[in-house]
């Protein structure tokens, strides 16, 4: 007599007979590296959904290249779902056969190499998605059969440590494991005792430890030698013509040496103005080590980090007040909690872009350059979920009774041209051609333009929030565009009514002494400094070690 519930239950006959075939151990989830090829071969089949980690930082790389040396003709047609596209194994399972389709976040380091396979129809995008659409949408109709992941340790029943650079790995491996999918983990080392337990062992299925540790690069590290005057300048105005005026005190920097430099003068500029317990207390950011003097000079009260950075983890571990920590020490990262606090729960998110467009729009994604945009969308917008104020959300606030609600800052600080003369405010965004190119639906934009409530660059800050018209925000934008295509057609006369009108204000305007913007207010000239900030607990990486 057939089994009513069969049909009800074809995930979990499907994973057992996948198990089974794998043979191992009763009760043992540990394989050895030398077996990866028949691991994988025997626990992923053809057309498969498989969640591959590369996650902004830490890679599972050992299981990636693995799965980029499997045979094509066993294994072809998948479905990868990588929420950063960063080694070069992560395309070259697509050159090789075995790979067809991809959904991402970010892919930032292969992005050049990314835009060629699918111009040349090697790589089908089905989206480039926001980080946290990306995992939402693995409990929905992109479940994985099959997760690759990586933690730092895990004992013999399968209980993982993750250590600093939790990141993904939690919401990755939730959305396979309650699904019936399989979950395979690349460890660093198998102990006898974890010092905490991030992921219990009954959500894992395999652990294999790597030939050598995964790879986990320092993303948010950014060498204060490099930051100059510019850099400076628009520091200097986006704390005088945004954080003060609006009273910002939680807040997303994004990566770059623009939100750096900000970092590294409110120990001296921002005290000057007499700032510091006003604005910039709570912050939702990656473990930057330039937050390091702020943090030092009582600037910062909490942070809660996406992720690690390596050399930041013996100072993140003696600031347990600041940081998220465990008992162990070690941080507890994860980015879609960072992220869903980075949407709701912040004042404002700052960050740049590669292009805007005269209506404000702006994208990562370029000619020959599919970079996609990682979290910018997630925080770049106004939730209008968000029911709490803040003196920031709610000095934004339009509309009357019922309808009246605050506006979180969403800042683009850019300069106007780019390094080699590459302008960055254009026409029209590259974005679009891409996007028809690729086939997609949607140009892949990152952030829409009436989302941003500010544009600021070394030309000054343009008020969008307090337009009146989508005419006025364009002649906003043209204002501070500079010499670039849209900059060079604004009208002075418009443009000083829009500075009467606090819409636009220029350095004298903010009371910004434009002679003042030299490297002599970073609170830290080199990473040298950063060390001493730190009375020796930061470790900078080697690379960075110039001093």
């Known amino acids: 007599m057939a089994d009513p519930d069969a049909r009800w239950t074809t995930h979990r006959r499907e994973k057992q007979r996948r198990m089974t075939s794998l043979g191992l151990a009763a009760g043992s989830k540990v394989v050895d590296a030398a077996r990866i090829d028949e691991v994988l071969a025997t626990l992923i089949q053809p057309a498969d959904r498989v969640s591959l980690e590369g996650d902004n930082q ?58 060629q396979l699918v111009d040349d129809g090697v790589v089908t995008i089905g989206a480039i998605h926001t980080y946290v659409e990306l995992y939402a949408r693995m409990f929905v109709d992109l479940p994985p059969n099959v997760a690759l992941i990586c933690a730092e340790a895990a004992d013999e029943h399968g209980n993982l440590y993750t250590g600093p650079n939790t990141e993904d790995t939690p919401t990755i491996v939730e959305a396979t494991a309650f699904h019936d999918g399989i979950v395979v983990v690349q460890v660093n080392r198998i102990v006898d005792t974890l010092p905490r337990v991030d992921i219990p062992g009954d959500w894992v299925d395999v652990v294999v430890v790597s030939p050598k540790p995964y790879k986990l690069e320092p993303l948010f590290t950014r060498d204060p030698a490099k930051i100059g005057r510019v850099e400076i ?36 500029y921002g005290e000057e103005l ?96 599919l970079a996609g945009f990682g979290g910018a969308p997630n925080m770049g917008h106004d939730p209008h979920g968000r029911r709490h104020g803040s003196a920031a959300w709610l000095d934004l606030a339009s509309g009357e009774g019922a309808s009246r609600r605050g506006k979180k800052l969403v800042v683009q600080l850019v300069e106007t041209f780019k390094a080699g003369g590459t302008p960055t405010f254009v026409d029209r965004l590259d974005a679009l051609a891409v996007g028809e190119r690729a086939g997609m639906p949607l140009a892949p934009v990152m952030i829409y333009g009436d989302d941003v409530s500010h544009v600021v660059t070394e ?41 009467r009108d606090g819409v636009v204000a220029f350095p004298e305007d903010l009371g910004v002494d434009v002679r003042r913007a030299d490297r002599s207010l970073l609170a830290a000239k080199s990473v040298g400094d950063l060390e001493a ?11 960075f070690r110039n001093f």
């Open 58 to 115: 830490k890679q599972a790389d050992f299981l990636a290249q693995s799965l980029a040396q499997a045979d094509p003709d066993k294994l072809h047609d998948l479905h990868l779902l990588i929420s950063s596209v960063s080694l070069p194994a992560h395309l070259d399972v697509f050159e090789r056969g075995i790979a067809s389709r991809l959904d991402l976040a970010f892919a930032g380091p292969q992005s050049l190499r990314l835009a």
């Open 233 to 268: 300048l628009k520091a200097m105005l986006a704390i005088r013509g945004v954080y003060e005026r609006h009273e910002v005190v939680s807040l997303n920097h994004g990566i770059g040496f623009d939100t750096a430099a900000i970092e590294l003068i409110l120990p001296t």
């Open 274 to 369: 007499g700032l510091r317990g006003r604005i910039a207390k709570h912050w939702v950011l990656n473990p930057h080590p330039t937050l390091i003097p702020a943090i030092e000079s009582g600037w910062v009260q909490s942070v809660h980090c996406f992720g690690g950075e390596p050399g930041m983890e013996r100072y993140v571990a003696a600031r347990p007040d600041v940081f998220f920590t465990g008992r162990d020490g070690s941080l507890r990262s994860n980015r879609v909690l960072a992220q869903l606090a980075g949407q709701y729960a912040i004042d404002m998110f700052i960050g740049s872009s590669l292009q805007i467009d005269g209506d404000g729009n702006s994208s990562t994604v370029t000619a020959g350059r």
């Open 459 to 499: 030309e000054g800050v343009a008020y969008l929030f307090k337009a009146t018209s989508v005419e006025e925000r364009r002649e906003a934008i043209a204002a501070v565009a500079g010499a670039t295509p849209i900059g060079l057609r604004h009208d002075p006369r418009t443009t000083e009514r829009l500075r």
């Open 533 to 543: 900030w730190s009375g020796g607990l930061y470790d900078p990486p080697a690379r």
